[in-house]
């Protein structure tokens, strides 16, 4: 878990430092699949 929350907050660094849009929003993703994928673990 502590894993996936790192990656996440990489992400989301590397998002806020992004110049392009498309670096932008694949960057997002990432972080939104990620993210989803922690509270998935949460619930089940």
Known sequence: MKKINKKYAELM????????????????????MIKSKS????AA
């Open 13 to 32: 660094h590397q998002a806020d430092n992004a110049v392009g849009r498309k670096e932008v929003v694949s960057l997002l993703k990432k972080a939104a």
């Open 39 to 42: 509270e998935e673990n949460l």
